[in-house]
C-alpha cells in the first residue's frame, strides 16, 4: 500500500529523511520529463530537479498542504528552469530520448516510423511557447488534469485549459506543415 504524500512529509518534517526520499524516488523522473519542455539537455534538467529537490527539502515547513507535494516539488523546478533560461536567453528543446523512452517495443521497421513521428511531434513542442509546452507535456505526457496543471504552472484551471487548447492546435498547424499527422 502506497502511503500518502501528506504522511511522507510529516514523516519528514519529523526527522525521518527516509519520507524525502520516498518522495524523492516516486516523482523524480514525472519533474525531469516537466523541466525538460523548458531545459536544453537532460543532464541541465537533472540538475535543476536536483536543486529544487534541495531546496524543497529546506523549505518544506512552508509547504501549506503536504497532499499537494507534486505540483509544489513541480512549480519549484519549474520556476528555477524558466529563470535559468531567460537567464541563458537560449530556445529550449525536449529531449529526443524522453520522447523515445516512451515508445513501445514493436517490430523495427515499425519502431523507426514511431520514432520519425516522435521526432516530428518533439520538433513540433519545441516552437510551442514555454507554458503551451509545458501545458502539453504535463497534460498528454504525465496525464494531470487541468487543475493539477494551473497549480503547478502557476495558473487558474482556465488558463490551463486555455494553453492546453492552444498548444493542441498550434501543434497540429506544425504537424500537419511536416506531414506528421498521416
Known sequence: M????????????AGDIEGFGELHRRYYRRVVRVVLTIMKDRIQAE???????????????????????FPWIC??????????????GRRSRLDARA???????????QRLL???????????LEKLPEG?????????????PMRQIGETLGCGEVTARS???????????FLKAKGATR
Open 2 to 13: 502506497e502511503v500518502a504524500d501528506a504522511a511522507l512529509v510529516e514523516r519528514t518534517l
Open 47 to 69: 540538475d535543476m530537479v536536483q536543486d529544487a529537490y534541495a531546496s524543497a527539502l529546506r523549505e518544506l515547513p512552508r509547504l501549506k498542504d503536504p497532499a499537494r507535494f
Open 75 to 88: 512549480r519549484i523546478a519549474v520556476n528555477r528552469a524558466i529563470e535559468d533560461r531567460r537567464r541563458a
Open 99 to 109: 520522447v523515445a523512452s516512451d515508445i513501445e517495443e514493436a517490430e523495427a521497421e
Open 114 to 124: 514511431r520514432a520519425e513521428r516522435a521526432e516530428k511531434v518533439r520538433l513540433a
Open 132 to 144: 503551451q509546452r509545458a501545458a502539453v507535456v504535463l497534460r498528454y505526457f504525465d496525464e494531470l
Open 163 to 173: 494553453q492546453v487548447f492552444r498548444g493542441l492546435r498550434k501543434l497540429g498547424v
